[in-house]
């Protein structure tokens, strides 16, 4: 499957734990992102990364969220102390170029979080 | 921060009829994508247009991209319960950042 990979499909923690996402790109792309689906909402723009770099962090909020994209292994999107509002689904996108019209992104399926 | 509207948001339709849901916003994007998304899964990519005017068909599906590059349509011909899912439309604000609109959730009943 040469498709993007997320892992787990479905995470619960509790409130105050630390949540961990994780994002295989697709074979051969270099470019990480990553969104969030509120229930009945559409997704917003969290990150963009390249290997080793934050590109744009512009939709991530600014206190307990971090991302990166090592220069081996998968892309993780962290969340520390989780609250019930960080209750959603992360998708991960990834796509062969930054410009031009390879920068069609292909999803993942997406990390279910719920925070109890 | 560009916006974009989708409508209907619901539409439930009998197999076999046509339908069109459409995306629309005041600013100009440099390219826009259509996605379907099943419950419990991620968008999957349909297409992408970047001319204006443009126009694509995949099988019973035509994307249709407005002239200024503000809008476009999703029309599908002939609609099968296969059809059922949620669709996305996200516009390219700059090279990488997709605004996704809120979706047009469509129900085909056989």
Same mark, same amino acid.
């Given at each position: 499957?040469a498709?993007?990979?997320?892992?787990?499909?479905?995470?619960?923690?509790?409130?105050?734990?630390?949540?961990?996402?994780?994002? *295989?790109?697709?074979k051969g792309?270099?470019?990480?992102?990553?969104? #969030?689906?509120?229930?009945e909402?559409?997704?917003?723009?969290?990150?963009?990364?390249?290997?080793?770099?934050?590109? $744009?962090?512009?939709?991530?909020? =600014?206190?307990?969220? *971090?991302?990166?994209?090592?220069?081996?292994?998968?892309?993780?999107l962290r969340?520390?102390?989780? &609250?019930?509002? $960080? *209750?959603? +689904?992360?998708?991960?996108?990834?796509?062969?170029?930054?410009?031009g019209?390879?920068?069609?992104?292909?999803? @993942?399926?997406? /990390?279910?979080?719920?925070?109890t | /921060?560009?916006?974009?509207e989708?409508?209907?948001q619901?539409?439930?339709?009998?197999?076999?009829?046509?339908l069109?849901?459409?995306?629309?916003?005041s600013? &100009?994007f440099?390219?826009?994508?259509?996605? #379907?998304?099943?419950? @419990?899964?991620?968008? &999957?990519?349909? &297409? %992408?247009?970047? /001319?204006?005017?443009?126009? =694509?068909?995949?099988? #019973?599906?035509?994307?249709?991209f407005?002239?200024?590059?503000?809008?476009?349509?999703?029309?599908? %011909? +002939?609609?099968?319960?296969? $059809?059922?899912?949620?669709?996305?439309?996200?516009?390219?604000?700059?090279?990488? =950042?997709?605004?996704?609109? /809120?979706?047009t959730?469509? =129900?085909?009943?056989?």
């Amino acid at each position: 499957n040469a498709g993007v990979m997320q892992n787990p499909r479905h995470l619960v923690r509790r409130r105050g734990q630390e949540a961990r996402l994780r994002c *295989s790109p697709m074979k051969g792309h270099s470019h990480v992102y990553w969104y #969030r689906q509120l229930p009945e909402e559409g997704l917003k723009f969290m990150v963009y990364l390249q290997k080793e770099n934050i590109i $744009d962090e512009s939709g991530m909020p =600014k206190e307990r969220f *971090s991302a990166e994209f090592p220069k081996e292994g998968p892309s993780i999107l962290r969340i520390q102390q989780v &609250v019930r509002g $960080d *209750s959603a +689904a992360y998708f991960c996108a990834s796509s062969l170029t930054g410009q031009g019209v390879s920068y069609e992104q292909y999803f @993942g399926p997406g /990390t279910r979080l719920t925070v109890t | /921060t560009q916006l974009l509207e989708q409508s209907p948001q619901f539409l439930s339709i009998q197999e076999g009829e046509n339908l069109t849901v459409y995306c629309n916003s005041s600013s &100009v994007f440099s390219s826009l994508q259509w996605y #379907r998304q099943e419950p @419990g899964e991620g968008p &999957v990519l349909l &297409v %992408t247009v970047v /001319t204006g005017g443009e126009v =694509k068909k995949l099988k #019973r599906l035509t994307f249709q991209f407005g002239d200024a590059r503000k809008d476009s349509s999703l029309h599908i %011909t +002939a609609a099968q319960p296969g $059809d059922t899912g949620l669709y996305l439309c996200a516009g390219a604000e700059g090279t990488y =950042k997709y605004i996704f609109g /809120t979706g047009t959730r469509l =129900k085909v009943l056989a």
